[in-house]
């Protein structure tokens, strides 16, 4: 069964503490996305990869970083410069950036602070 | 100004009734445009997926693309308690990646 898969469903970080989200897809999609949504804010774009070594920094890329080492992860760093970072976190994929297909999400992190 | 405004809702109607949504975009290079449907604590889905102007129609699901007037809706017929969630519209221009709509939060009342 194709699809993403986002965990831990549930993260507690600490004061000063960096946390990693793991995003994995077995779509073969190349491009993957990472989203912040808060309450009555939408989704908000925080970083995104069209291919494999490389990203681009989103909307809200400040606190946050990224890797793409291969093709199926994503994964999302919350580091401890990110000072508000309690929210939902999404991942997506789609199959190629400038494709004009749509893109499919995880079911997301829920992140916390303790 | 954001390049994808929707109204937040809440919206809430009885059962059976036809509900429209509704989103304004200012970006001229939108060709796609989506609708996602998010359950709460869930990812969002892909609803409906319709290319430049015209009506497409999936079920009790209508999507109305109207590139003149930058205006996008979706219809739900016959809705039910299970269509309560939050409805996200989306433009792609295809350079760069989706622009999303804050979303809108439906509650059908039974």
């Known amino acids: 069964d194709g699809g993403i898969t986002q965990s831990p469903k549930y993260l507690f970080r600490k004061e000063g503490q960096n946390v990693t989200l793991s995003c994995e897809q077995n779509?073969?999609?190349?491009?993957m996305y990472w989203y912040r949504q808060d309450p009555g804010q939408g989704l908000r774009l925080i970083y995104y990869s069209q291919i494999v070594n490389d990203f681009q920094k989103g909307d809200i890329a400040e606190g946050y970083s990224v890797s793409r080492e291969k093709k199926e992860s994503f994964p999302l760093t919350v580091t401890s410069a990110q000072k508000n970072p309690t929210a939902f976190y999404l991942c997506?994929?789609?199959?190629?950036?400038?494709?004009?297909?749509?893109?499919?999400f995880g079911d997301g992190t829920r992140l916390s602070i303790l | 100004q954001k390049e994808v405004e929707q109204d937040p809702g809440p919206l809430s109607v009885p059962e059976g009734a036809i509900v429209s949504l509704n989103c304004t975009y200012s970006n001229s290079a939108f060709q796609y445009f989506m609708w996602y449907r998010q359950y709460s604590r869930k990812g969002p889905e892909l609803l409906m997926y319709t290319y430049s102007s015209g009506n497409k129609e999936d079920g009790r699901f209508t999507a109305q693309v109207d590139k003149s007037s930058k205006y996008i809706s979706l219809f739900i017929r016959d809705s039910q308690p299970s269509d309560s969630a939050t409805y996200l519209c989306?433009?792609?221009?295809?350079?760069?990646?989706?622009?999303f709509g804050k979303g809108t939060r439906l509650s059908v009342i039974a």
């Open positions: 997506a994929s789609t199959i190629l950036q400038g494709s004009n297909q749509p893109q499919h």
């Open positions: 779509l073969n999609h190349d491009a």
């Open positions: 989306a433009g792609d221009s295809g350079n760069t990646p989706l622009v």
